[in-house]
């Protein structure tokens, strides 16, 4: 195929997970890799480059509205990403040395982890309990706007939260993903952050956790700008129209198809890793 | 007057993402074209593993061979430039607490923006 059939092509695909990414909460990188290894045969490592780069634009993309509507706690996700930068120069590294094969059977799992997640109902925020002494030094008590005028939360479980974060950080780098569920629920049940900060907080701190893992990638050869150019803006574009949609309807239906598809998709990719054709 | 500024850094980090990935889509997309232009017609192959050359590995290599011209390398200068968004919203965070002289978060924000800079400068 050349680069003039192929390109379209990839940026149809990057368009369309990017879409079902933002419309689901699983982010687009994690759909991305596996449809361009599956469907179009393209090497896991180059995947992982394009794919870790589209997390990139759409994270930082979500996170400018979210932090100016005062969503996103800035302290809190500073701090965390402590954390995730280090897990992910660590996982960035350990990709480099791990086979392909093993590489898949890992990226099949954390894709079940997350079809399954992806189909549980929205948790309830815990209750407000006393503070974690650790989060009053650290100034990580927050609020965020609601109709009904701010709410206020008392951040719990500092240094659990902050170790759970070490390991989002290593999958996110391990995989080219996002890894914003782990995020969510490090900082869900650990630290018992409201949903609506937490989600919003996760997406904040995962551009600066990939960019740590980007910089192994790039030294590494794995971020090829011929591929990484469609699917960057492919995943772009329709992850800002999936945003769009969400604010309009509450795609339950689709919810459900889709985990579905990604489990799918996981089974395959195990499958394949396992076979030796990945 | 804590507030206020904290405010204010929310607003300067949303402008400094959002403009970030706007200029390196762009960069990207004019990178996107040149290549479709001037290399349309090469085989598109990703199905082996070779590894980038070494003028697209690193910074230094990137801008020295964008003015050659190269679509490839203003591709990756568009990346490049998506990469230090989150690395210019660190930095920023860093001037936005020292002027709230919150010690705490300096040194928070500085440990941060070390280990970023580190993975994008170092060698791996």
């Known amino acids: 195929m050349s680069i003039l059939e ?6 149809v695909i990057a368009a369309l997970a990017g879409f079902l990414g933002a419309l689901t909460g699983l982010g687009g990188g994690v759909v991305v890799t596996p449809a361009l290894t599956l469907l179009l045969g393209v090497d ?8 870790l780069v589209s997390v990139i634009a759409t994270s930082s993309g979500a996170a400018a509205a979210y932090v100016r509507e005062g969503f996103s706690n800035i302290r809190i996700g500073m701090f965390l990403e402590i954390a995730t930068t280090v897990g992910a120069i660590a996982g960035a590294y350990l990709a480099t040395r791990v086979s392909t094969s093993a590489l898949g059977v890992i990226f099949g799992l954390v894709l079940l982890l997350a079809a399954w997640q992806s189909r549980l109902p929205q948790p309830k925020d815990a209750a407000d309990a006393d503070p ?6 650290l100034k990580l008590n927050g609020s965020y706007p609601t109709p009904e005028g701010p709410r206020h939360y008392h951040v719990r479980g500092v240094k659990t939260g902050f170790g759970l974060m070490f390991g989002a950080g290593a999958v ?7 890894s914003g569920a782990l995020k969510v629920i490090a900082m869900d049940q650990a630290m018992h952050i409201p949903f609506k900060a937490s989600t919003t907080t996760s997406n904040f701190m995962i551009g600066v956790t990939a960019a740590a893992s980007a910089g192994v990638y790039l030294s590494r050869g794995y971020i090829d700008p011929t591929l990484a150019m469609p699917v960057m803006l492919g995943v772009l574009s329709g992850s800002l129209l999936g945003v769009r949609m969400l604010m309009v309807a509450r795609p339950r239906v689709l919810r459900m198809i889709f985990g579905v598809v990604v489990a799918l998709m996981a089974v395959q990719m ?3 890793a396992l076979t030796g054709r990945l | 007057m804590t507030t206020w500024t904290d405010v204010r850094l929310e607003r300067i980090i949303s402008v400094v993402l959002r403009s970030g990935v706007i200029v390196s889509a762009a960069t990207v997309l004019l990178g996107g074209l040149c290549i479709l232009v001037r290399h349309g017609h090469e085989p598109a192959g990703y199905r082996v593993f070779r590894g980038e050359p070494a003028a697209y590995r690193s910074v230094q290599g990137v801008i020295r061979a964008v003015p050659t011209p190269n679509c490839r390398a203003l591709i990756q200068l568009g990346l490049l430039f998506l ?42």
């Open chain 1, 132 to 137: 974690d002494p650790l989060a009053v030094r």
């Open chain 1, 6 to 11: 192929f390109t379209p092509l990839v940026f």
């Open chain 2, 83 to 124: 990469i230090a968004t989150p690395i210019t919203r660190v930095a920023f965070s860093l001037v936005g607490f020292a002027l709230e002289r919150d010690r705490t978060y300096v040194c928070i924000t500085l440990i941060v923006l070390a280990i970023l800079l580190y993975s994008l400068i170092a060698e791996h």
């Open chain 1, 270 to 272: 195990i499958f394949s």
């Open chain 1, 172 to 178: 996110s780098g391990l995989l080219g993903v996002g």
């Open chain 1, 44 to 51: 896991l490592r180059y995947a992982i480059g394009a794919s």
